[in-house]
């Protein structure tokens, strides 16, 4: 597990040094020059970490709150790598999927795709080799990198075995189809969800009966009853945590916007590994405190906001800093993005089952879920109402090489934007993989978008 | 002479047909459907005439490119280009099915583009075999026929689905038989021929598809058209509708005698019971039958089907193939690999474009594996010869 014992190595010391984040950021501001041009040998190990929390361009207050968030990420992975000593069985959680049940039956939810963004602390290359190291194995090329990564790490024992999996049908054929050879790789038993198509009471009521069947599966396989008590403490902490990350999304919509994208991003990221642990819910608040305090003031995230961007499909994991490029570069500010957003509704803890019930629903809102599960008007209200709400001046639209599900509808994306007058770039890329295109591929395409709209 | 599969051969290479202008001329409506997880029961039970949509004919993926990227799969965005072509102006409505990315987002391009027909619905199969799939895969067979009766202003009664489930049984049946005679030393059909036979049957009323399949399997009795040397095939995959494509795997030396295809086994295998439970007796034939690799958690009992009847139908080799960018066959490749090799079964792996040509690669790569088998079978049998009656199979 070379690659996360340097990722935990690195998140302590981030969180050590984030006591004083003032000390922090002036030493990230002042050190820019070694790190923030290109990768190189000798900054293979921190420059995408340093380019992550800001490199010296998110305020100090911000920075403070992501210190909780680097907490969460390292318990969470030191209590998956002492699973043996500790008894604590991993179970494994797609990361499109959410963890809570996880957590109130005492065990560690591990996120295995963890790698394609954290492999990245120990270089943009890595998530590329364990790409290739599954496809070696023989998972399907145009399966999704996210889950070919799962199997590669595996593979490399770079994740801690897994004592259950689970895993869905949502967003997209490969979870559907590489999941069924992880499990086979593993030999993990797996607990598979099956997302409706729809979004109405009996699409809800079909998750739910999922949700108590993954109970029934985690009773027995791991022998044992779930804690209520300690779900219902993970539940409320999870609330806390989307309503203070539901909040910072609407304040981004205020001109300028006061916060920058890397902080949902951030967070979003917090989500998938830990949602519902303390760390992760204050992390969350004093991220909200320092942005809406910014709001209040009618302070915005960089100087001169001169172009406002709305961002579609996932954030590219070897390049998370693109935002803070694009801010630094252009004073352009990414104010809604597709994966970061929060729109989940509360969930209502009075009783067993109005939590299970309001987790199915929850689920179904959660990012990829909420616009990938069913037809194409769950993107396109979701894009409407951004572009109405959110002001943006242009849309950047990463087409991951995965996501055939929005490659089958590029026409229609590609016209509504047309009809809504909205310029807009679609890149063909890979999320995780930058053999399909490079951070200097992506930025030039991104200038040349700029320059070519008039925008700079 | 015309023989039953000349006309079989004419019926699959159209996208219409003269029986169901027919059938239409009588009143009669027609309903296309993707993918075998859509009941076609209900469908008939209206009073409609069930369609499985091909790609047939087609001229290209030109229109279609407009609305699909390329990495988009050739089977989907043929079709689409057909509709937007006007080749399924006949049709009624369209049933789809969330059988993959690729075809669930035809049912969103197909309204996006305001093409006819005008009943276009979406039939939800959940991704799981359990007892919570099953009350949700009845539910849209519910569903289903709601949307049908309000759109059609027709009523599907129960004695209507219990007839319609006792012609797609008989029909189902009348397929196994003549799949089983490929059980024999000698093979009476091709796998190109029964594809032809199998897109036949899913283009024309049921009540004609029974007497189609009568004639052939009484056309069949001692007919033989395997050479002693052929090799025995099973293949599998999803979409495979180009005869020609099967006929050069078997002008290799072989014979394909068994398949997991879209448009094989998987369409007629297991029949629906017939306990008076209506749409629940349909959901249970159609959640529970031979899966498609969309199907989670299921792949044990697929590939137990395989090695079940592996020496009944006297199989040398599997072929896998899919199409490009075929997430759900591309996972059930690397299964395959895994699983054929711990059980001693020899696989090629194939990747190809629906109508896209590149006869020569494919051709190659199976007289490879041709090859390969025949060598493995003459090495067993000097190694027996060599070792008298002291050989013993490895």
């Known amino acids: 597990m070379q690659y996360l014992k340097w990722s935990v190595k690195f998140f302590k010391f981030g969180y050590y040094i984030l006591t004083v984040p003032t000390l922090a950021y002036w030493a990230l501001k002042l050190a820019r020059p070694l790190y923030v041009e290109k990768e190189t040998f000798l900054n293979r190990l921190v420059r995408w970490s340093f380019l992550v929390i800001g490199g010296g361009t998110l305020p100090p207050e911000d920075l403070g709150a992501f210190r909780y968030g680097l907490k969460a990420f390292y318990d969470n992975i030191e209590n998956a790598s002492k699973a043996a000593e500790t008894g604590r069985p991993v179970v494994w959680v ?13 065990a560690v939810p591990f996120l295995p795709e963890m790698v394609g963004v954290f492999g990245n602390m120990s270089g943009q290359a890595v998530p590329s ?8 194995l023989g998972f399907a090329p145009e399966n999704c990198s996210a889950i070919k990564i799962t199997a590669g790490s595996f593979s490399l024992k770079q994740i801690p075995s897994p004592k259950l999996i689970v895993a869905g049908s949502h967003p997209c054929d490969s979870s559907v189809a590489a999941y069924q050879g992880i499990a086979h790789l593993t030999g993990a038993p797996v607990f598979y969800f099956d997302a409706p198509y ?13 949700m108590w069947r993954l109970i029934d599966f985690l009773e027995k396989n791991l022998h044992r009853k779930m804690d209520w008590d300690k779900l219902k403490q993970v539940v409320e902490n999870e609330n806390r945590f989307n309503f203070y990350m539901q909040e910072i999304c609407e304040m981004m919509r205020a001109i300028p916007s006061p916060a920058s994208m890397a902080t949902p991003i951030f967070a979003w990221m917090v989500r998938e590994v830990c949602i519902g642990d303390a760390n992760a819910t204050e992390m969350a608040r004093r991220m909200y405190e320092a942005v809406k305090n910014r709001y209040k003031k009618g302070i915005g995230i960089v100087k001169k906001e001169k172009l406002r961007v709305l961002w579609w499909n996932p954030t590219i994991a070897f390049l998370v800093h693109i935002f803070k490029w694009m801010e630094d570069e252009f004073g352009a500010v990414v104010v809604k993005d597709f994966i970061a957003d929060v729109r989940m509704p509360q969930v209502d803890t009075s009783s067993q089952k109005t939590m299970i019930h309001d987790m199915a629903r929850n689920h179904l809102y959660l990012a990829m879920a909420r616009q990938c599960h069913g037809p194409v008007e769950f993107i396109l209200s979701e894009l409407g109402q951004t572009i109405e709400e959110y002001a943006p001046d ?22 509504y934007l047309k009809k809504r007058g909205m310029p807009s770039l679609f890149m063909n890329l890979d999320l995780f993989d930058q053999r399909h295109a490079t951070e200097d591929d992506i930025k030039r395409w991104i200038t040349e978008f700029f320059r070519s709209n008039g925008f700079v | 002479m015309k023989n039953i599969l000349d006309e079989t051969r004419m019926l699959a290479s159209s996208t219409c047909n003269h029986y169901l202008e027919e059938a239409k001329k009588q009143g009669r409506k027609i309903i296309g459907y993707f993918c075998s997880y859509m009941p076609e029961e209900m469908i008939h039970a209206a009073g409609m005439i069930p369609y499985r949509m091909r790609a047939v004919e087609n001229d290209g993926t030109k229109r279609a490119d407009a609305y699909y990227s390329s990495i988009n799969c050739t089977f989907v965005r043929l079709c689409f280009n057909k509709a937007l072509a006007g080749d399924f102006e006949f049709l009624d409505g369209v049933v789809f099915v969330n059988g993959c990315d690729h075809s669930r987002r035809m049912y969103d391009n197909w309204r996006y583009a305001g093409i006819a027909p005008s009943f276009l619905h979406m039939f939800f199969s959940p991704h799981t075999v359990n007892a919570t799939a099953l009350d949700y895969f009845a539910l849209e067979c519910s569903k289903l026929k709601s949307s049908v009766e309000k759109h059609f202003q027709v009523s599907i009664t129960d004695e209507a689905l219990q007839n319609s489930i006792t ?11 003549i799949y089983s005679m490929r059980k024999n030393k ?10 032809s036979v199998m897109l036949a049957v ?9 007497e189609i399949l009568t004639e052939v399997k009484q056309f069949l009795s001692g007919r033989v058209v395997s050479r002693p040397e052929d090799l025995r095939l099973f293949i599998a995959g999803g979409c495979i509708e180009e005869r020609e494509h099967l006929e050069l795997i078997e002008d290799c030396g072989a014979v394909i005698v068994a398949d997991n295809i879209c448009l094989g086994m998987r369409h007629f295998f297991d029949e629906a019971q017939s306990a008076g ?15 498609c690799p969309r199907m989670m958690g299921d792949f044990e009992r697929r590939f137990q089907y395989l090695l079940d009847i592996k020496d009944e139908y006297g199989i040398d080799g599997v072929i896998i193939e899919k199409l490009k960018f075929c997430d759900i066959w591309g996972g059930e490749i690397y299964l395959y690999r895994q699983e054929t090799k711990k059980h001693h079964l020899p696989l090629l792996a194939l990747e190809r474009e629906l109508y896209g040509g590149g006869a020569g690669q494919i051709k190659t790569r199976v007289q490879a594996f041709l090859e390969k088998l025949k060598n493995r079978q003459a090495t067993d049998e000097g190694l027996v010869r060599a070792a008298g009656s002291n050989y013993k199979v490895k």
């Open chain 1, 94 to 106: 797609e990361w499109v999927l959410s963890s809570e049940i996880i957590n109130a039956f005492d």
């Open chain 1, 129 to 136: 080799l364990v790409v290739e190291e599954a496809e070696s």
């Open chain 1, 198 to 210: 729809w979004r109405n009471e009996d699409a809800f009521d079909y998750y739910e009966k999922n």
């Open chain 1, 394 to 415: 242009c849309l950047i639209f990463t087409g991951h090489a995965g996501c055939k599900h929005g490659w089958g509808v590029i026409g229609i994306i590609k016209d």
């Open chain 2, 167 to 177: 012609l797609y049984n008989q029909k189902r049946r009348l397929l196994g038989d």
């Open chain 2, 186 to 195: 000698n093979v009476p059909i091709k796998a190109s021929e029964m594809l």
């Open chain 2, 202 to 210: 899913t283009a024309v009323p049921v009540e004609k598809a029974i």
């Open chain 2, 277 to 291: 439970n209506g749409l629940r007796d349909i959901a249970e034939r159609y959640l529970y039958h031979l899966s």
